[in-house]
């Protein structure tokens, strides 16, 4: 399989870009100015969806091909610790101020919660048909998730994991980004060529072709 950047983060504490690379088991650290490759971090599985933890300098990924998700050193890239017990893991979101690690286990339709320092299993929430996006916002206390084959976007709270709303969006939602506050929410639809704004708390909606 040929490598490919399959997803970003910025590394903001050190001014640079982590990319992972699909099909490469690995990532790449990369200058914003040159854009230079500076290093590159050979890892054990393969990435997709994945996470930066800038304060604990660590990675966490999901290789969906292999089911399972890894916790890997942002310095040597050398693993922290895996959890190989889960049904086509895709997408990772950090909850960094409970330190826990929601997982969207789209072969199972759940999101697993894992203790993001030990990898300990915590919960697990069932959600809607193939969860694929997955994203945590501290400063609105919610949880959100991309039902894929719903056709849906869920709203959980991060106080208790309960669903606060459900939404339908468009067809396939297959990943999303939140503004700052928490309050407004970008999401890429696949199966209409369309992006998915919803703005207000979510309780305005528009869509963008």
Known sequence: MRA?????????????VVVANSGGASFSIIDPVSLQTEKTLSVEGDP???????????????????????CVSADD???????????????????????????????????VVLDARTGAFQSRVKV??????????????????????SNT??????????????LPVGKNPVGGLL??????????LSGDDSVALLESGFRRQRHRR
Request: aromatic share 12%; proline share 4%.
């Open 77 to 111: 890239g050398q693993t922290k610790w895996k959890d190989e017990s889960l049904n086509a893991p895709i997408w990772v979101a950090l909850d960094k101020a409970g330190g826990r690690l929601f997982v969207a286990e789209s072969g199972a339709n759940a999101v």
């Open 48 to 70: 997709i969806g994945f996470e930066f933890w800038d304060e604990e300098r660590t990675l966490f990924f999901a290789d969906y091909l292999k089911n399972k998700v890894l």
């Open 128 to 149: 809607g048909s193939s969860p694929t996006g997955l994203l945590v916002s501290n400063a609105s206390g919610h949880w959100v998730v991309m039902n894929h084959l």
């Open 179 to 188: 503004s700052p506050d928490g309050m407004t929410l970008a999401v890429s």
């Open 4 to 16: 490919r950047p399959y997803w970003v983060w910025p590394d903001t504490a050190h001014d640079k």
């Open 153 to 166: 976007l869920a709203v959980y709270r991060l106080s208790d994991l309960g669903l606060a709303k459900e």
